[in-house]
Antibody, heavy 116, light 112 residues
Framework: QVQLVQSGAEVKKPGASVKVSCKAS????????ITWVRQAPGQGLEWMGW????????YYVQNLQDRVTMTTDTSTSTAYMELRSLTSDDTAVYYC?????????WGQGTLVTVSS | DVVMTQSPLSLPVTLGQSASISCRSS???????????LNWFHQRPGQSPRRLIY???NRDSGVPDRFSGSGSGTDFTLKISRVEAEDVGVYYC?????????FGQGTKVEIK
């Protein structure tokens, strides 16, 4: 069965960076891209970006593109999302999901808390 | 960016009755392959979103046939017939046609 398992919760200080992992199983990793979505406390879903697992091409939402980097490691079927220069506004649950046009399977989410 | 506007934002429903959620896009959603990548997701409190409907009207495996999606152009609808207690939560539409992909604000469904 398809599964996306994300890394555990993180607490970071303002100005720091965080790297969230998303390990895929149950399908051929290179067949689908990976989408990243975040959700601030009590808020809706915010699409962050997408990575083509085959060639590493990425598309980031404009307001994050200077601070975010999405990568993959095909040898371990793992996707990564790194966010730099964190502020309290980045406190959110971060999700990875399989696919880009119609993300179908989602990870369990990773809570990132930014606090001094 | 394509703006996705959902209504209503809050929807109290009676068990066994039907409910409809509207999602309007600020521009058409036809992709280069001719498909319309309008998706619907359901999120229960503390859980990850779950895809219910893809490409306007295709129900995902395991999704009850009480859920149906329809629409064209810039107007789309999710209908839940015979609402059950497990249907509570927030419903989001999302367009996957244009960059960046965008979500609607979400519609919170609760039982009266």
């Amino acid at each position: 069965q398809v599964q996306l398992v994300q890394s555990g919760a993180e607490v970071k200080k303002p100005g720091a960076s965080v790297k969230v992992s998303c390990k895929a199983s149950g399908y051929t990793f290179t067949t689908y891209g990976i989408t990243w979505v975040r959700q601030a406390p009590g808020q809706g879903l915010e699409w962050m970006g997408w990575i083509n697992v085959n060639n590493g091409n990425t598309y980031y939402v404009q307001n994050l593109q200077d601070r975010v980097t999405m990568t993959t490691d095909t040898s371990t079927s793992t996707a990564y999302m790194e966010l730099r220069s964190l502020t309290s506004d980045d406190t959110a649950v971060y999700y990875c999901a399989r696919g880009g046009l119609s993300p179908d399977f989602w990870g369990q989410g990773t809570l990132v808390t930014v606090s001094s | 960016d394509v703006v996705m506007t959902q209504s209503p934002l809050s929807l109290p429903v009676t068990l066994g009755q039907s409910a409809s959620i509207s999602c309007r896009s600020s521009q058409g959603l036809v992709y280069s392959d001719g498909s319309i990548y309008l998706n619907w997701f359901h999120q229960r409190p503390g859980q990850s979103p779950r895809r219910l409907i893809y490409k306007v009207s295709n129900r995902d495996s395991g999704v009850p046939d009480r859920f149906s999606g329809s629409g064209s152009g810039t107007d789309f609808t999710l209908k839940i017939s015979r609402v059950e207690a497990e249907d509570v939560g927030v419903y989001y539409c999302m367009q996957g046609t244009h960059w960046p992909r965008t979500f609607g604000q979400g519609t919170k469904v609760e039982i009266k």
